[in-house]
């Protein structure tokens, strides 16, 4: 998808002129965001990092929809993002894989999968069973982990079960919150390579929040940095660690950054 096509479409995710405010009254004022804008394009994997306390995670929760800016405007695929507090649009138009997987304990694998169909439309049963036995195996697990619970589960299949969850709407907008936090390399490498192949398949938008630099170099379209309270620079890796600003060259400037760079800059090897 080349990036012209993608400049001359509306944004997948608009956010213009955000504010997120906390305490006030007889507590003292903590400003999250600050005239905060940023521009999501339909198609691309866009990776937010930041500093704790940037705001990462909170601005996914107002782009979902579970939280509002105190200003500024959010829209969802033209969609003001404050409507996603009706659960119906939210869920069919976002799909949410939370840092720990937020499964259901007292639910198995398939009803942790199938819940927001069956709360939210009146499917037959069965139909809503085998769109959750597709999901399952879309995420590369077989139709016998169905009925395990989430306690029998490994840290690998808890993401890839919840994964199943989040696109169990086929939304069309895809938030991740360190979706490979926990795994080990080789469970990492598997998750990041079933994101891209579903990225692909599904012609989903995804931002995602990650503090994993091989993660964010193997997936990431673009790169947002947050920092001083609003996006300081978005662009290609490349563009992004060419910055010359304090937390970026801390960030990427360290031997892991310059480790996952060299892979990044090293020629494919030939077919």
Not at 81 to 98: D, I, K, P, Q
Not at 135 to 156: I, N, R, Y
Not at 241 to 248: L, S
Request: hydrophobic share 45%; charged share 20%.
């Amino acid at each position: 998808m080349s990036t012209t096509r993608l400049a001359s479409e509306q944004p997948a995710v608009d956010i213009r002129g955000l504010w997120t405010v906390y305490g006030g009254g007889n507590a003292p004022e903590f400003v999250v965001h600050r005239d905060l804008d940023l521009q999501i394009a339909k198609g691309e994997i866009l990776s937010l990092v930041g500093g704790s306390g940037t705001g990462k995670t909170t601005l996914l929760r107002q782009i979902l929809g579970l939280e509002s800016p105190t200003r500024g405007e959010i829209s969802v695929m033209g969609e003001a993002a404050g409507h996603a507090n009706s659960r119906n649009a939210a869920t069919s138009r976002v799909g949410m894989l939370f840092q720990q997987g937020a499964l259901f304990s007292a639910f198995n694998v398939l009803d942790n999968i199938a819940f927001a169909l069956r709360e939210l439309s009146h499917l037959p049963t069965e139909l809503v069973r085998d769109a959750a036995l597709v999901k399952l195996q879309m995420v590369g697990l077989e139709a016998k982990h169905a009925s395990k619970m989430p306690a029998d589960l490994s840290g690998g299949m808890v993401k890839r079960v919840a994964l199943a969850r989040a696109l169990i709407m086929d939304p069309p907008l895809l938030l991740l919150d360190e979706p490979t936090a926990g795994l080990d390399p080789e469970g990492a490498d598997g998750f990041c390579q079933l994101l891209r192949s579903l990225h692909r398949e599904m012609g989903l938008t995804v931002i995602m929040v990650t503090h994993d630099l091989d993660t964010l170099l193997e997936l990431s379209s673009r790169v947002a940095v947050l920092a001083d309270q609003k996006v300081v620079v978005v662009g290609t890796p490349q563009k992004v660690i060419a910055t010359p600003h304090p937390f970026i060259q801390h960030y990427f400037g360290g031997g892991r950054g310059q480790r996952a760079m060299a892979l990044l800059d090293a020629p494919e090897p030939p077919a």
